[in-house]
């Protein structure tokens, strides 16, 4: 897999953060009412202090999670693909014309209902990689990701450079982030699946192998849209296009947060279609490991 640090360090961070300010004044307008129910919601211990999200290595009940569900497009179409049960990386064994769609930064208003609007129409299934914070004043948006039946990890909780950070607080930024995603998802009871993905693609060595000693499986980039340039919707979609053709398979990097790509995705799903591709979902290999399904 490629894990290159792209450049876009600085105004992908402002902006992420000029959404968030955004986000956070639009919630104290309103009362914060969806995020006090959710925190109602949120599991308990004993103590009163947050569960353990348990990962790996937790015992589990027969009703600790909701039934594995196969994710059910609303319409057919044959650029719908096979699903991959992930515990590895590895797993992710794509064959030639297969790629998988991914989204990071989201939930984001206006952008994240719209793509889930062209994920039906074309009938396939994604996986969004959230932030945090961005779950934690959009818990709404994170529930109908959820409700569309993709499948939902995590990305940190403030889109933090890990690798500028200790080991433990590195941790403790995921683990934050992950605890924001569970909470949106606790009414409707789910919650994330264990799949992460590092800001900026800006692993290290030690940190992928804690995660995946706890369980945690890191999701990787083939194909870069480069959607966070200041680029037209065309631009976007030609320039993704051109890396699947190039790569011929692989996991595409898509935010959701970003109006160009919102506008770019119903082309060039249908593009990927004519060509001859088909869109792989990812799903935890684990039945009863956390997961995110469609409702019946």
């Known amino acids: 897999m490629n894990r290159k640090v792209s450049n876009r360090f600085g105004s992908h961070t402002m902006r992420l953060a000029q959404f968030v300010m955004a986000a956070a004044a639009s ?53 719908n693909g096979r699903t991959i049960a992930v515990a590895r990386i590895s797993d992710i064994a794509l064959r030639p014309k297969e790629v998988v769609l991914t989204f990071d930064d989201g939930p984001m208003p206006g952008k994240t209902s719209k793509i889930l609007e062209t994920l ?82 800006a692993d290290t060595q030690s940190l992928r192998k804690r995660l995946a000693s706890e369980g945690i499986t890191t999701i990787d980039v083939d194909i870069d849209s480069k959607d966070y340039f200041r680029s037209s919707a065309e631009s976007v979609r030609s320039r993704a296009l051109d890396a699947v053709e190039k790569h011929g398979r692989g996991i595409i990097l898509m935010h959701d947060i970003q109006t160009r790509t919102a506008a770019m995705l119903p082309q060039f799903l249908a593009d990927l279609k004519s060509r001859g591709y088909t869109v792989v979902r990812l799903s935890p290999a684990d039945r009863s490991a956390p997961l995110v399904a469609s409702a019946e």
Do not use: W
Request: charged residues 15%; aromatic residues 8%; neutral net charge.
């Open 27 to 79: 919630s104290l307008l309103a009362g914060c009412a969806s995020n006090q129910a959710a925190s109602l919601a949120r599991p308990q211990d004993p103590a009163g202090k947050v569960a353990a999200l348990g990962f790996a290595g937790e015992a589990r009940g027969a009703d600790a999670f909701p039934l594995y569900q196969s994710f059910r497009p609303v319409s057919h179409s044959a650029l």
């Open 120 to 201: 039906d129409d074309y009938g396939v299934g994604a996986t969004f990689l959230m932030v945090g914070e961005m779950a934690h004043y959009h818990p709404d948006l994170v529930r109908e990701v959820a409700q569309h039946g993709h499948t939902i990890g995590t990305h940190t909780y403030r889109h933090a450079n890990l690798r500028t950070m200790s080991p433990d607080a590195a941790m403790a930024e995921i683990r934050k982030g992950q605890a924001s995603v569970a909470e949106a998802l606790a009414p409707i009871g789910r919650r994330p699946a264990p799949f992460f993905r590092f800001p900026y693609l």
